[in-house]
């Protein structure tokens, strides 16, 4: 597999999310909707030990709905709270902070039976790059929310955001790199926009995307591109794709980057329709 990361990138990466582990009370862990395990970051259970987590499951509004209930169960299962989010719906980011809160009630309650005195709960965000962290933290502390402040002996510049009286949340997330030791994982997160196209061939992304409609969406990609469930031929579906969207070179050849760029534009956008690249069974 030829995606890196560099060992000290992670290394750094892993102290920082370590070092604000050490202040807050419970993690949420963001990943995408559209490949759940995928977006997973392979280290963050160690690196979280006993910390309670919460996974929210980013991006709903894209991602297969049956599926993405299939993923919530399969994550209560193994006892993880899990949640799944579009953004743009105020009624998610409320469900967010309802469980985030009884999260952190019951680490309240724990503590405070050890005799420490009542305060807000706190969270921190961490996932992979592009996953929505900053836009859940911006809609979480709803602009008007106010900031408590610098704490003293902590990296300058943290402020914790309070979303309600007593749950509040640091205001910059952990980022985490996710896992390439499968092939298929780095084509699942290129095809969603988390990895850079240019790690991995353009053209073996939307071969591997085109195969997984075939099988879980035929409906979808014959509505899209009039593309058979049961068309073998690679090149054959992207000419066929390449002709109906002019995507041809001068001499009226099929530009095979073009038609690999149009149906990735298409499935991050759900012009395609609501697909999820990876299911729990
Ligand atoms: N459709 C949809 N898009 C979302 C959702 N959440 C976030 N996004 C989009 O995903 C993209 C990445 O969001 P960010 O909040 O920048 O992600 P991040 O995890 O902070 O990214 P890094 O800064 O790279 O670590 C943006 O274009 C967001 O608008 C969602 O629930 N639905």
Redesign the pocket.
């Known amino acids: 597999m030829i995606i890196q990361w560099f060992p000290g990138h992670m290394a750094k990466a892993r102290r920082q999310v370590e070092e604000k582990l050490k202040l807050v009370d419970f993690v949420m862990e963001?990943v995408d909707a559209r490949a759940p395990l995928s977006s997973q970051n392979p280290m963050l259970q160690q690196v979280l030990q006993s910390k309670t987590k919460m996974i929210v499951l980013?991006?709903?509004?894209?991602a297969d709905q049956r599926v993405t209930e299939n993923w919530i169960n399969y994550f209560k299962d193994k006892d993880i709270p899990a949640i799944a989010?579009?953004?743009?719906e105020k009624t998610d980011i409320k469900k967010v902070i309802q469980l985030a809160k009884s999260l952190g009630q019951e680490k309240m309650d724990k503590l405070m039976k050890k005799g420490i005195q009542p305060r807000p709960a706190r969270a921190m965000i961490v996932?992979?790059?592009?996953?929505?962290?900053?836009?859940?933290i911006n809609r979480l502390a709803n602009k008007k929310v106010a900031q408590t402040g610098d704490r003293p002996g902590i990296t300058k510049h943290q402020l914790w955001i309070k979303v309600k009286k007593d749950f509040e949340l640091l205001d910059t997330?952990g980022?985490l790199w996710p896992k390439f030791e499968d092939q298929m994982v780095g084509y699942r997160l290129a095809a969603i926009g988390t990895i850079k196209d240019q790690l991995l061939s353009l053209q073996d992304i939307v071969a591997f995307v085109i195969k997984y409609l075939q099988v879980h969406y035929p409906a979808l990609l014959k509505e899209r591109f009039n593309i058979e469930h049961d068309m073998e031929d690679m090149w054959e579906i992207f000419e066929l794709i390449g002709k109906q969207r002019g995507a041809l070179e001068s001499g009226g050849n099929v530009n095979l980057d073009k038609v690999s760029e149009i149906v990735l534009q298409d499935l991050r956008a759900?012009r395609l329709g609501n697909i999820t690249l990876e299911s729990p069974e």
């Open positions: 963001l980013m991006k709903r509004d894209l989010v579009d953004v743009n996932g992979i790059p592009n996953v929505g962290k900053s836009t859940l997330p980022i759900g």
